[in-house]
């Protein structure tokens, strides 16, 4: 077994006390200059029993290459990473990224950006390069190592058969009552290969190899959060592996991580420059294979192909990631259902010669004719055997009006994705926006990836906000208001004859309150109204019903609680200043509870049972 060396074991405490405990750098230009006085001391110590000049030329070894200072620590490591990443030039103003040139052996990259927003745009023109390397650099593992790392391990390439082979068996005996692993879910076990025929999922008799990967991507302060909030992003470009079982499945050295250089997080369609590379590595192991020689359980070797499966993201780098419009948009918020008539197939844009938003029946077939150069590296004569997901010919087929009506129906994929194309084929950014603006959708890498994105089935809920931090339970029980707590019967034991829209309950307002506002007139009625629905709501116990009530009157104004009590007659001769809002609402109770008591007869002429 191979010990660390005193070098490598100096330069790994460096960084990992500037990584994890936020040490300075000249703090550990410090600890560097300790260490290499601690060596010398400790090798001058061995003179007597090892002899002076032995020790005279380890000391002189261990000092000449010991680092004095963080930066040598950092080249050396960049010669480390580069031998097994992509150390790319992403331009500081647009995050156009640029792969290096190695032609004279060390790399090169351009020193301006050529990149342009759109096709009609001025090129971006911002500098790459500071004394001749990259100003911002994105460092991408290798994609094609990573996976023969996996498959170099006995153990983890029987993780990624044995659940191919769990797929498969739900795929031909149905799905099981409880699944237990994502290939036994729906979308895996019935994704198809890249024949276009046969599942994805199995390896055929040539035992291929079958990844499926979840992507992951999201932002964090690496300076960590202060009181005034966030001011830099550093993001993730996470893949997880979903062969293998969950106690394995998110460690560090299982997974696939590149991170998005700072200091602020991608605009607009900005992120498809650190997707495009990831994109093109799993469409090649995709459609074509990656054949290694040699594999931890087959040393005859086999070809190897993967997939993304699910995208699990929070909501803003879900739609950032997907390029979708904002989930707080007014329309087309939704990923998953036409939250509106733009959603949906029959949109005008979309079967007429009138241009809307920069688009015509006419220029349709522009945008399917990129698509078709997009997939150009797919097997023709599979092409009709995946018809239902076809980007192409099932978006020409169904661009007819659909008879069902708006609502809560699935959105049709074909046409986010012709909505995504014909974005990118806009020549100017005023066109972009107006399909921003119309459809929700543009154009992103990930609809590159394969087979087909579909966004509906494979943009999933991010569980940890909504599960495991509450987001689920509040948005249910605080907003929507689905708890016992806030349950109201919508048949009323009884009936309240008080219309809080009236001119007169408005004019009693506007007499307690002269001065009033009308966005305050707005809000005092509709509490005023919460009020008579609480009163009027059926009671399990009183008890439970006064704590409930007393609870949910304290948050409303005062004055909406002694309008209800006064057209009630309950403060016939207290003034409004001359009452609290607790005496209020114990009057309302009082009042109330005589309605959940058989003692019909008390029943005033506003009451009507």
């Known amino acids: 077994m191979r010990f660390p060396t005193v070098l490598e074991l100096s330069m790994a405490l460096v960084i990992a006390l500037m990584a994890f405990f936020g040490l300075s750098r000249r703090g550990c230009d410090f600890i560097l200059l300790v260490l290499r006085t601690l ?12 002899g002076m000049s032995v020790a005279l030329y380890a000391a002189n070894e261990l000092t000449t290459n010991l680092p004095k200072t963080m930066k040598t620590v950092f080249s050396r490591f960049e010669s480390i990473l580069s031998d ?77 058969d ?24 729906t979308f895996i076990r019935t994704l198809k290969g890249p024949d276009g025929i046969n599942l994805f999922i199995d390896g055929g008799p040539k035992k291929e190899a079958r990844l499926v990967f979840s992507l992951n991507v999201d932002w964090f302060n690496v300076f960590r959060s202060t009181t005034r909030g966030s001011s830099t992003s550093t993001g ?34 900005q992120m498809n420059h650190f997707l495009r590379p990831l994109i093109d590595s799993l469409r090649k192991t995709f459609y074509q294979g990656l054949k290694f020689s040699s594999t931890a359980n087959f040393p005859n070797g086999r070809v190897v192909r993967s997939v993304i499966g699910p995208v699990v993201c929070d909501l803003p780098a879900a739609r950032k990631l997907a390029g979708l419009i904002s989930y707080n948009a007014n329309e087309n918020f939704c990923t998953h259902c036409c939250s509106n008539e733009y959603g949906h197939s029959d949109h005008p844009a979309l079967r007429t010669e009138v241009p ?34 076809d980007p192409i010919d099932s978006i020409m087929k169904k661009l007819t009006p ?40 543009r154009f992103s890498e990930i609809w590159h990836s394969p087979p087909f994105w579909n966004p509906v089935k494979q943009l999933v809920f991010d569980p940890m906000h909504t599960l495991l931090e509450g987001v689920v339970h509040v948005h249910f029980r605080e907003f929507l208001r689905l708890s016992e707590e806030h349950k109201v019967n919508p048949t009323p034991t009884f009936r309240i004859n008080l219309d809080t829209g009236s001119p007169e309950f408005v004019t009693l307002l506007r007499d307690l309150d002269p001065a009033m ?46 309008a209800v009590a006064k057209e009630l007659d309950l403060v016939k001769n207290v003034q409004f200043g001359m009452v609290t809002k607790a005496t209020l609402i114990e009057k309302l109770l009082t009042w109330v509870s005589l309605f959940h008591l058989p003692l019909y007869s008390l029943l005033s002429r506003f009451v009507s049972v």
């Not at 082979?165 to 879910?185: C, H, I, M, N």
């Not at 008879?403 to 994705?417: E, F, Q, S």
């Open 84 to 160: 097994h990443s992509t150390i790319f030039a992403c331009c500081p103003s647009c995050s156009c990224i640029y792969s290096p040139n190695h032609d004279r052996g060390a790399p090169t990259y351009p020193t301006e950006c050529k990149n342009q927003s759109s096709p009609n745009a001025d090129p971006c023109g911002g500098a790459l390069l500071q004394k001749g390397m990259p100003i911002r650099p994105f460092v991408l593992p290798d994609y094609f190592r990573y996976l023969s790392k996996l498959l170099s391990l006995k153990d983890i390439e029987a993780h990624i």
């Open 236 to 269: 993730v470009i996470c893949l997880s592996c979903l062969n293998l079982p969950n106690h394995i499945r998110y460690k560090p050295e299982f997974m696939f991580v590149a991170i998005i250089p700072g200091p602020s997080i991608p605009t607009d369609d």
């Open 162 to 185: 044995n659940a191919c082979d769990l797929g498969l068996g739900a795929a031909r005996d149905g799905p099981p009552t409880f699944v237990e692993s994502p290939f036994q879910a």
């Open 402 to 441: 659909d008879p069902r009506p708006y609502g809560w129906m699935k959105r049709a994929v074909a046409h986010m994705r012709l909505q995504a194309f014909a974005w990118l084929t806009r020549a100017s950014n005023s066109q972009r926006d107006k399909c921003w603006t119309a459809f929700g959708v």
């Open 356 to 389: 809307l938003c920069g688009i015509s029946s006419l220029e349709i077939p522009k945008a399917a004719e990129y698509l078709r150069e997009s997939y150009s590296d797919v097997d023709p004569s599979t092409h009709e055997a995946a018809a239902e997901d």
């Open 517 to 562: 506002t009308t966005k305050k007139l707005a809000s005092v009625k509709s509490q005023a109204k919460h009020i008579l629905d609480y009163l009027m709501a059926a009671v399990e116990t009183e008890d439970v019903f006064r704590k409930q009530l007393t609870r949910t009157f304290g948050n409303y104004l005062k004055l909406p609680l002694y």
């Open 39 to 50: 060596v010398i001391a400790c090798v001058s110590a061995t003179t007597a029993s090892s």
